[in-house]
Structure formats: structure tokens, C-alpha cells
């Protein structure tokens, strides 16, 4: 198992652009959803299905950001799928898990 790190997360964010679409401010809308406590909340897709945001659904977006659609969005988000290393996918859920009040 391969452990993250908050502070590399930070740094895949913004190295890989996130920063231009999802805020990491509470409310903040910079053309996608914002990441500030997205981590193990419960969303709606827009097949009317709810999940938790976890592991499993943080990956499968971002490698296909088609699969779960959240309800009211449109994605227009491109495929990072093979552009990140395993650590990578570590780190950046680690940041996310940080992001709270």
C-alpha cells in the first residue's frame, strides 16, 4: 500500500492544472466543483444514484471524468488516465482529505 502525502498532493494539484477549474475554498466556483470537504461526502449523479466520495471515485474521474457525473454538472474535464503515477494518486487523495474547515 502506498501511503500519500498531503503536501505532494498539493503539489499534483497544481502541477497538473487542477487549480484552474476546482477551488479548494468552501463555496468557490472556478467552473467545477470546488474540492474544500468533498472528501467522504455524499453526492448525486446524475443517473440519480448516490455515492460517497472516496478512493474508487476520486481515480475513476479523474482517469475518466465521464463514468459519474455529478447531478447539475456537465463534465468537460479531460481524461488524466496514464498521466499519473501511483504515488500520485496517494499524494492527491491525501490532499483532498485535508481540505475542511
Known amino acids: 500500500m502506498i501511503v500519500g502525502s ?3 498532493g498539493l503539489a499534483v494539484y497544481e502541477s497538473n492544472n487542477c487549480s484552474d477549474c ?3 475554498e468552501p463555496n468557490a466556483w472556478w467552473g467545477a466543483p470546488t474540492f474544500h470537504g468533498i472528501w467522504g461526502s455524499e453526492i448525486t449523479l446524475t443517473t440519480g444514484q448516490s455515492i460517497t466520495v472516496d478512493e ?3 481515480r475513476e474521474s479523474i482517469d475518466d471524468p465521464y463514468a459519474k457525473v455529478r447531478e447539475g454538472l456537465a463534465s468537460d474535464m479531460a481524461s488524466y488516465e496514464g498521466r499519473l503515477s501511483e504515488q500520485d494518486y496517494a499524494d492527491f487523495v491525501a490532499f483532498l482529505k485535508t481540505i475542511r474547515d
Request: without cysteine; aromatic residues 12%.
Open 22 to 24: 476546482h477551488a479548494v
Open 6 to 8: 498531503a503536501e505532494r
Open 56 to 58: 474508487a471515485y476520486v
